[in-house]
């Protein structure tokens, strides 16, 4: 069974712009979340999708928003772009939303902000 | 109230050895604590996870010791080989939310 694949894997942008990720979940997962990490404050929740529907959304500004597609695919976007916002994105799959449902993580996109 | 606290930052240990990460919580909440193991270029990986209704949990080389009463975790890594250098990080979620992460320890185990 494939894993979770994001694209691009690599990015570089300058300040001002907007970007858009991609996340395929694993086959029959439902839920994907994103989660931002970066070495001076670790891994932070973004939002978690199921069945086309934000569930949870963490501490972002508005610039971060994402949304999901009927074949749970994902993707999120970030406008206006800060050097701050250099990070890896990191998306998780997971088949339901209960607790205990394993996630799995994508190997994450890499943005750099100039 | 929603953060996990983890330490040491950083580890060494020679190979064989035992390295313990402890992590710390303060909500009550949380039912559901993972440790996610991370390689460079890697995005995290479950290693093991614990519900809070059980003291200890073994899997392989890998020990979570859980201590409800302190609202403590910790991870212990038994014979620990070169190829367990990573970055671990320990979690908690309650049911329905979203993972809370402490903020990793880099785990380097000499040959």
């Known amino acids: 069974k494939a894993g979770v694949t994001q694209t691009p894997r690599y990015l570089i942008k300058t300040r001002g712009q907007q970007v858009t990720l991609s996340c395929s979940p694993i086959?029959?997962?439902?839920?994907v979340s994103w989660y931002q990490q970066t070495p001076g404050q670790g891994l932070q929740f973004l939002f978690e999708?199921?069945?086309?529907?934000?569930?949870n959304k963490g501490n972002f500004p508005g610039r971060f928003s994402g949304r999901q597609f009927s074949n749970s695919r994902s993707e999120m976007n970030v406008s206006t772009l800060e050097l701050g916002d250099s990070a890896l994105y990191l998306c998780?799959?997971?088949?339901?939303?209960?607790?205990?449902?394993?996630?799995?993580f994508g190997p994450g996109t890499r943005l750099t902000v100039l | 109230q929603q953060q996990v606290k983890q330490s040491p930052q950083s580890l060494i240990v020679q190979k064989g050895g035992i390295p313990i990460i402890n992590c710390a919580y303060e909500?009550?909440?949380?039912?559901?604590f993972p440790w996610y193991q991370q390689f460079p270029g890697k995005g995290p990986a479950l290693l093991i996870a614990?519900?809070?209704?059980?003291s200890e949990k073994k899997e392989g080389r890998f020990t979570i010791s859980f201590n409800k009463s302190a609202k403590q975790f910790s991870l212990h890594i038994m014979d620990s080989q070169p190829g367990d250098s990573a970055t671990y990080f320990c979690?908690?979620?309650?049911?329905?939310?979203?993972?809370?992460f402490g903020e990793g320890t880099q785990l380097t185990v000499n040959p």
């Open positions: 999708y199921f069945s086309e529907t934000q569930r």
């Open positions: 909500n009550t909440a949380f039912d559901y």
């Open positions: 086959s029959g997962h439902r839920s």
């Open positions: 614990i519900r809070p209704d059980v």
């Open positions: 998780a799959s997971s088949r339901g939303i209960r607790s205990y449902n394993e996630q799995f």
């Open positions: 979690a908690a979620e309650t049911s329905g939310s979203r993972l809370t």
